[in-house]
DNA sequence: TCAACTATCTTTAGTAC
DNA sequence: AGTACTAAAGATAGTTG
């Protein structure tokens, strides 16, 4: 239609209704009502962001989050038990009736996920809080010099390339950082094929809770 | 500022560079390496997504995916496995009868995380290599002009040889969190054979120590 | 293969109901 | 707590190194 607010030909062009979206610091939001609404906005896109991800691309998704207030949430596609199901419910996977979907890669994955779900199964409750424990001092014992002033880098006498190198390794970083469970999972998964790869079959059931 | 392109009085006014974001059918995407591409590019913007959702509101998150070729992907704040295991925690708690929930050693350790807020350092890293990327920009812009101005402040009294400090300093931290991801991983493969040794697997270590 | 660019699309902060 | 709106901020499709 034609109702173009622009065109409105009384003058006030300009009053703005809304300020809009407004940059915010990224940092935690102090206001509780506030951070809340932010929470649930912000957990719904990413719901949908998960959710075209699939779409767009397959394979499977999870996500789990504890609001600021301990509440769980969690999305799945197709659901969230089938995607951490393994780490979750091992019992329930077990039963599972596996055809031939043993074969597809992400039945191998699954079952290199199993395999190292079995330990944690055992571990987690009692072990895996020391080990994130050592894995903060590992951190803490970033150096004494102010750990965050640490990236206020100078580009005083460095290349170009050398810059570029840096950004690298930053991102490298960054990623194993974040990824550190996929390179746990992924070296797992090679132990595990080392150990089985004398047999030819393709181990159909991963005899995990026999 | 009066380079603004439409007030360039020559005409040429819009050979436009690029066509810029397109819609896109929300619908798999057919064209393989389109699909990979987009399925790399959209998972990195979940992470950062699920990283100022923590940020901003605090709590925890995390998120898994598998990507269209079966490969696994996680991403955690704290970290992948607190999450889930806290998740696990609850549930067992449930079960077990546990009194006071927060009494529990576990949740001590993700106070303590909270605390530590290794979540802010995170964004601290994330956010100095975005101005890492923008120093690249403005040198590869404006070689001739002083970029400098605008970061002056920190450049002060930095050499060369602290830089490189500080890149040591990195990748000792890099490998530090390496040796805990593979530690971790050996302890839990130790854990796990012993429990099983007993039944079926005789090749106890997974060549962890050496 | 992967990073960089940019025009455009999408999300969301702030606001009001 | 939930919906709706606007406009600025942010993400990204298509493209080029």
Redesign the interface.
């Known amino acids: 239609m034609e109702a173009n607010p622009t065109t409105n030909h009384n003058q006030k062009p300009n009053k703005k209704q809304t300020k809009g979206k407004q940059k ?1 610091e ?4 102090r206001d509780e009502n506030d ?2 609404t ?2 649930s906005k ?2 719904s ?2 719901y949908k ?2 959710n ?2 699939v ?14 207030s ?1 509440k ?1 949430f969690s999305y799945g596609n197709p659901s969230i038990d089938s ?2 199901a393994e ?2 419910l091992l019992d329930q996977t077990t039963k599972l009736t596996m055809t031939d979907v043993t074969t ?3 039945m ?2 699954h079952r290199e ?1 199993r ?2 779900n ?3 199964k ?8 020391e ?6 001092q ?6 004494t010099e102010a ?2 002033e ?9 290349s ?1 390339e050398e ?2 190198q ?2 690298r ?6 990623a ?13 998964w090679n ?1 595990f094929n ?2 089985n790869n004398n047999i030819s079959t393709p181990a159909a059931t991963p ?1 995990s809770s ?1």
Request: proline share 5%; charged share 25%; net charge positive.
């Open positions: 915010i990224m940092k935690m939001i951070r809340l932010t929470f912000r957990k896109g990413i962001k998960a075209e991800l779409t767009l691309c397959g394979g499977e998704v999870g996500f789990i989050t504890f609001s600021p301990g769980p995607v951490i780490r979750l597809h890669p992400i191998e994955v996920m395999i190292n079995l330990n944690q055992y571990n987690n409750l009692y072990s895996h809080m080990v994130e424990k050592e894995r903060q590992s951190l803490q014992k970033m150096p750990p965050d640490l990236w206020e880098g100078s580009i005083e006498g460095l170009l810059l570029k840096r950004q390794f930053l991102e490298e970083l960054h194993n950082i974040s990824n550190h469970v996929k390179e746990r999972m992924s070296r797992s132990i080392n150990k005899r026999s």
